[in-house]
């Protein structure tokens, strides 16, 4: 009964019409992003959210979440006809969608990206209502050494799980902590590391760091290379799979939407650990791993269904938790902030039109965005003809301008173009920004729950290993390292031995 | 190859010293307080310390010989000159955006941006900058209500 009341207000939200039109730009602004390569969801979402500041927050989210799940669906464009990822979650939809392109098949490709991303963002979003609120009753248990220890478990997740080294991972959490300190001591009310900067006082600007540290550093990266980019001519016909295309593809969508949606809600997931995942596995199960990366359907069908329901699973821990799996939800949670409302466990409670609103944004978005992908394929291959060398300059100009509008402030500018620099050499150093946003975001919340915890157990740690809830998140944490660590040590032995 | 190992020892020596800096920063200038009551130094103090911790490992770990390395790229000078010169342009925007103004000072850059990276021709950079500064100007200050500066000409 609670389902379908729930359904219900989460339609009555979506359907209100300034709602429905902010869900279709975001759907819009999604795809787009997705299509053009060297922007993400996160850099493009930290780029907008000072436009939706004057809206209602309900509105605000409904956009910012059709953007992130709206790029994945966009991704996979660029990267069947191109063979360069629109964004990184759909990296592994090149291997075989840019060479069923080359085969004159490009149309199954897209449409079979187009409608597993649709499946499975649409039971994702089912299960999000089925799996968010219990978790949210489950969470009210929580008291801050619990906390603490989720949170710490979603930063370790997110640097063990990171592309990158686990020491250079855990080095940048390290660095987003000490940033998420500079500002004023809620506590004790003393300055910390402000310099007597009446700009500082309030903490660093959470918007113009992220514009800087993924905005800036891709454009730059996009400049070091060849400006132009070959799209590959061919007739985009057949959009509608056949049935063989189906039977081939039916079981990898749905592996794939599982798989997708249980990596998305784990604190470091995300998509394009998803859309690795499901690849790697549909080739390990299928009959013929061979033909993998030769323009075989399924391997099109799994990881773009996987990113798109790890991409909405993701909306689980922040909405019900209050812990963002990922950077673009650090950038979601950064939003809520602002807008003055605090993502977790009370939310669902408090908030409920903007819970189920955004749940009823995910129907109505995947149904938006099947027609966006489909039928108007057309104008996207026009974007992707679109120069680089034209496109730069505009989004320069958006980070400058939407950096400036959130205090009006040049100091933002500045910050945001210094973090710029700093994200450039991070990522020539192979340094991810990702663990630094998500430490950014989390540090005053973490600070908060330590500090408290101690106080409770009068300075005992034991505090985080006496209670049943904390010490298996610190036990998941440490497992999570040590399951990094342990192959290094295991090869270092071989080696010595 | 080399190359590489070297960036690495680099960057966590840069890393360390930052460490340095923040836990001598916050042992000068913050009370680091109790167990049972840390003070407000007492975050940064652990952040510094764990980020010098995993540097001189990080460090450790790029010393020759005991780990293989892979490549970075390493790009001509005037790709760098490019990238110099588009962050340059940037600061300098930022500087001068009060007294140039909004408009005049986006203008500028546009043109700048649309000529350094893969010269368009002029017609086409003149235009387009003053459009995208048009169309900038009009989604921020007047359907955002953004107050963007009008620097000394008043626009």
């Given at each position: 009964m609670d389902f379908f009341a729930n359904l219900s207000l989460a339609f009555s939200v979506i359907f209100q019409p300034n709602n429905l039109l902010f869900c279709f730009i975001g759907c819009l602004i999604g795809t787009l992003v997705g299509v053009l390569p060297g922007l993400g969801p996160p850099a493009a979402i930290a780029l907008l959210l000072p436009s939706t500041l004057h809206m209602s927050p309900v509105a605000a989210i409904i956009m910012l979440g059709g953007i992130y799940y709206g790029a994945m669906y966009g991704g996979s464009t660029t990267s069947i006809l191109v063979n360069i990822p629109g964004e990184a979650a759909s990296v592994v939809t090149c291997l075989d969608g840019y060479q069923m392109a080359r085969q004159g098949r490009a149309g199954p490709a897209l449409g079979m990206s187009a409608f597993g991303s649709f499946f499975a963002g649409t039971i994702a979003t089912l299960f999000i209502m089925m799996v968010a609120p219990p978790l949210a009753r489950f969470a009210l248990k929580f008291g801050p050494p619990e906390y603490f220890s989720l949170m710490f478990l979603g930063l370790t997740l997110v640097t063990s799980l990171g592309t990158g080294s686990l020491i250079k991972g855990l080095m940048m959490a390290a660095v987003g902590i000490f940033l998420g300190t500079?500002?004023?001591?809620?506590?004790?009310?003393m300055e910390r590391f402000t310099y007597g900067s009446y700009t500082l006082m309030d903490g660093l600007g959470f918007i113009p760091v992220i514009m800087g540290l993924f905005g800036i550093p891709e454009v730059l990266e996009n400049l070091e290379g060849s400006l132009k980019r070959e799209v590959y001519k061919t007739k985009i016909s057949h959009i509608f799979p056949t049935l063989k295309d189906w039977g081939d593809s039916i079981w990898a969508m749905i592996r794939g939407s599982f798989l997708g949606f249980f990596i998305g809600i784990l604190p470091g997931g995300g998509p394009m650990i998803a859309s690795l995942a499901a690849y790697a596995t549909e080739k390990r199960i299928s009959?013929?791993?061979?033909?993998?990366?030769?323009?075989?359907i399924e391997g099109v069908a799994a990881p773009e269904a996987a990113n798109n329901a790890a991409s909405q699973g993701a909306f689980i821990p922040l909405l019900s938790l209050g812990v963002p799996g990922n950077a673009t939800m650090a950038v979601l949670m950064g939003a809520l902030l602002i807008y003055g409302i605090k993502p977790g466990p009370f939310l669902i409670d408090k908030n409920p039109d903007l819970f189920w609103g955004v749940i009823g944004s995910m129907y109505v978005g995947n149904l938006t965005l099947l027609i966006l992908n489909l039928p108007l394929i057309g104008l996207w291959v026009k974007f992707l003809k679109i120069p680089y060398a034209l496109l730069y300059p505009l989004i320069l100009v958006f980070t400058l301008v939407g950096s400036y509008s959130v205090?009006?402030?040049i100091y933002d500018v500045i910050t945001m173009i210094l973090f710029g620099v700093v994200g450039y050499v991070m990522k020539k150093f192979k340094y991810e920004g990702a663990p630094l946003i998500l430490a950014l975001v989390l540090s005053p919340l973490m600070e908060n729950a330590l500090r408290q915890s101690l106080i409770l157990s009068h300075g005992s740690f034991g505090i985080f290993f006496t209670r049943p809830i904390s010490l298996v998140l610190f036990v998941a944490a440490i497992l999570s390292l040590a399951s990094q660590i342990a192959p290094g040590f295991r090869k270092k032995l071989k080696i010595e031995g | 190859m080399v190359l590489a190992m070297k960036r690495d020892q680099k960057s966590s020596l840069v890393w360390f010293a930052f460490a340095l800096y923040i836990c001598i920063e916050t042992a000068r200038k913050l009370p680091i307080g109790t167990w049972s009551d840390p003070g407000p130094g007492f975050w940064p103090l652990g952040a510094g310390l764990i980020l010098g911790g995993l540097a001189a490992l990080a460090f450790l770990k790029s010393l020759p010989g005991k780990f293989s390395e892979e490549k970075v790229p390493w790009y001509p000078l005037h790709t760098w000159k490019r990238i110099a010169a588009v962050l340059l342009a940037l600061l300098i925007y930022a500087a001068t955006m009060d007294s140039l103004g909004f408009l005049l000072g986006t203008f500028l850059l546009l043109i700048f941006l649309f000529r350094v990276a893969e010269p368009q021709r002029w017609t086409l950079a003149l235009g387009a900058s003053a459009l995208i500064s048009l169309a900038a100007y009009g989604l921020?200050?007047?359907?955002?209500?953004t107050q963007l500066p009008t620097g000394i000409w008043g626009f």
């Open positions: 500079i500002g004023t001591d809620i506590i004790s009310g009959k013929h791993p061979e033909k993998f990366g030769t323009g075989v205090n009006n402030s | 921020f200050e007047k359907w955002l209500r």
